[in-house]
């Protein structure tokens, strides 16, 4: 695979305040990659970062496998935080700004208006769109060209269901095309309907990475039943990987430590003469795996 | 340098305020010159009637002398803040609508954005010093019956004087732009410093009591204002034997240069050092 983009153990620091501590990530091509995390979990920054807005006080990144330049910027489309254009000039003209810094004819602003559905107001300025057809611009300006990398900071951002859904589909197509895609993102269902990979990042630090279907397919927990309870309950504390169970309801929910297969409790509790009559997986979901790993961290 | 005139250009051509405040500048510009002359008869007059023999009036339109008093009353204090206004509204714009970001993130180097701006400062005084260029001399030409190539272009160094002044002047706004990032606190203190601050600290540092030297001249204002600093006023010459300016010397013209370097080294430096 190649690499796209690797950071270093890059911290920042404002003040007293840590906004990203010794942060190492690495997004191969064609990968849809989320940055999750509250909001002040240094996504924002880390982006401005690798996008040399921001000096980082320590730590180094690539793109492209290169020394970051003004030249690799060109290969990248961004929006990062709110939508930053001249209030006072039109759709075309400020889309025809971001050309003329990328070295891209015009040919293409017509596309990417279309696209993201505001060609109708084309001769609007500005400073007349709804925060909606803004965040829209955004998106249509860093399609400009159609970059290798697609950067995404909370883009979805104060659009109705609607937009959302509209952003989505465009984010998703713009991917199918092989377009590599950085989506930084404070919402789980975002994270999880959109992306391919993900990192998590709380108070600066990187928690977890990995494939979203990876993180998803974690088992959690099983509910068990059997006629007899507390043989039940005496039986599965030993087994191999218990962690802890929760016996108040009826059913028994049982914890284990790491991945565990349904067919082995059962073969286990099995040949110790236990006969189940309800036994059901439990995966627990990523935004209890984000919550479960944030209070970890505390 | 095509490329980012060009982009300036774009952000500047549908801009209101730009083109409002450049129209407002271009009316004070042209109503000072045309009323320099009435205001300096308007002064004799008033001389006169304490006089025992009457002063004739002046005209300070003839060559070689236009080009001096052209320079002159386009470059007073009052005048000349208007350019500088403009230039400090365009850069702190950039802060204030966060497109220094987004042109940043689009693949413009920090380096090239300070360059964009200070060409676009360059094609302004280029074009204001053309304008003033050409209206001295038609002005000269309506004004003088016989002319000669050499007495009509005998001052002219007072244009290079004025494209000296008005170029320098936008670099120390585009220093306060870069500095502070916020139009209303630019505006404010360059306003202040420009009427107000030096011009009692000019007096101060003037003053022999203060200072045994007077070293008012190094003011960084002043000496942008020193380039061209005195109009030609043959009568005071002839009758009172003042010679206030003959021309402009390189020595005046090498301080404001000097300054407005020394401006643009430390606005680089801090783009450099400070997040965007």
Known sequence: ?298 | MIKLLKIEFKKIRSYKTFWILTGVYFIFLSLGIVMAEFIINNMVDNMNRHLPIPLPHVNIFFFPDVWQNIAFFATIRYVLIFPAIIIIILITNEFTFKTIRQNVINGLSKFEFLLSKLYLILLISVVLTLFMAFGSLIIGLSHTSENTLALIFEKSAFITGFFITILTLQIYAFFFGFMLRNTGLSIALFTLYALIVEPILYYFLKSPIVFKNDISTYLPLNAVLRVTEYPAIPVLKKVMGLNLQEKVTLGGCLLPLLYSSIMILIVVWTMKKKDL
């Open chain 1, 1 to 298: 695979m190649e690499t796209v983009l690797s950071i270093q153990q890059i911290s920042k620091q404002y003040g007293k305040i840590q906004a990203v501590k010794k942060l190492s990530i690495e997004v191969e091509k064609g990968q849809i990659f989320g940055i999750l995390g509250p909001n002040g979990s240094g996504k924002t920054t880390t982006l401005s970062i690798i996008l040399d807005l921001i000096r980082a006080n320590e730590g180094s990144y690539r793109w492209f496998g290169e020394e970051p330049s003004k030249e690799s910027r060109k290969r990248i489309g961004s929006v990062i935080e709110n939508p930053n254009f001249f209030p006072y000039l039109n759709p075309v003209d400020n889309l025809k700004i971001v050309a003329d810094i990328k070295d891209l004819d015009y040919n293409d602003i017509d596309r990417v208006l279309h696209l993201t559905g505001l060609h109708e107001r084309k001769k609007s300025r500005f400073r007349t769109f709804s925060f909606g057809m803004k965040q829209r611009l955004a998106i249509a300006s860093a399609m400009l060209g159609e970059p290798e990398v697609l950067i995404l900071d909370e883009p979805t951002n104060g659009l109705d269901p609607q937009g959302i859904a509209h952003i989505r589909d465009l984010i998703l197509l713009v991917a199918g095309q092989g377009t590599t895609i950085i989506l930084a993102s404070h919402l789980l269902d975002e994270v999880q309907k959109i992306c391919s990979h993900v990192a998590v990042l709380s108070k600066g630090k990187k928690l977890f990475d990995g494939k979203v279907s990876e993180v998803l397919a974690i088992s959690d927990s099983f509910e068990l039943r059997a006629a007899n309870r507390e043989d039940l309950i005496s039986v599965i504390t030993t087994f191999p990987g218990f962690k802890s169970l929760d016996s108040s309801k009826d059913i028994v929910q049982v914890f284990f430590k790491g991945d565990v297969n349904p067919g082995e409790i059962n073969t286990y509790l099995f040949s110790n003469g236990i006969t189940l009559n309800h036994l059901s997986e439990r995966k627990r979901s990523l935004e209890q795996h984000f919550l479960e790993l944030l209070q970890n961290n505390k």
